[in-house]
């Protein structure tokens, strides 16, 4: 849901003008990141600045946003039903969300939020792409595996931008490639 800028009056998400005042919503324009393998941990970069940095510490990968000592999110691999789950903690040690695989030969994971409800999911897109894709059908990015360069990177277009929701994007891609090279894994 949504709230006109103008006079306040909440509408759908889908709404384009305010069914009151007939102001238009605000679209907002698609954002490109990359995300990198940069000195033993992975950084995320927007319009030449870094967003966040993704680095390993007792098996698990801690997101953080520069400047900034606390952790964003943490990427905790789970074992569980022969594959590997991922939970997204966040500062105060609360879910996120779940990163879980799935079965089907197109779709590599659904992204659930911490009530188990899907809200994400990712779809490869030959190999070296991937969609992910909101319940609606809608797709929110599109990333691209840049195979010339060295260790893990990917370019990174976010058509749905959610001002929130950067971060936990940043660990879904992150998380799904680090599943894809073996890199996430449960410890012990």
């Given at each position: ?99 879980q ?36 059908g ?38 799904t ?12």
């Amino acid at each position: 849901m949504k709230i006109c800028p103008a006079c306040g009056l909440p509408a759908p998400s889908t709404t384009a003008t305010c069914a009151f005042c007939e102001a238009s919503y605000p679209h907002p324009a698609p954002l490109s990141f990359r995300l990198e393998e940069h000195d033993g941990a992975y950084r995320w970069t927007g319009e030449d600045a870094v967003v966040a940095v993704a680095s390993w510490a007792a098996g698990m990968c801690h997101v953080r946003q520069p400047g900034r000592d606390a952790v964003s999110l943490t990427l905790v691999p789970m074992a569980g039903d022969g594959a590997v789950r991922v939970a997204m903690v966040d500062a105060g040690a609360r879910l996120v969300s779940t990163l879980q695989p799935s079965a089907g030969p197109a779709t590599l994971s659904t992204v659930c939020d911490r009530y188990e409800h899907p809200r994400l999911v990712v779809k490869g897109d030959g190999p070296t792409g991937i969609h992910i894709v909101d319940m609606s059908g809608d797709v929110v990015a599109l990333a691209s595996r840049d195979r010339g360069a060295p260790g893990l990177a990917l370019d990174v277009l976010v058509l749905r931008p959610r001002g929130d929701g950067e971060t936990v994007l940043f660990g879904v891609v992150l998380a799904t490639e680090l599943l894809r090279t073996g890199e996430l894994r449960p410890v012990g």
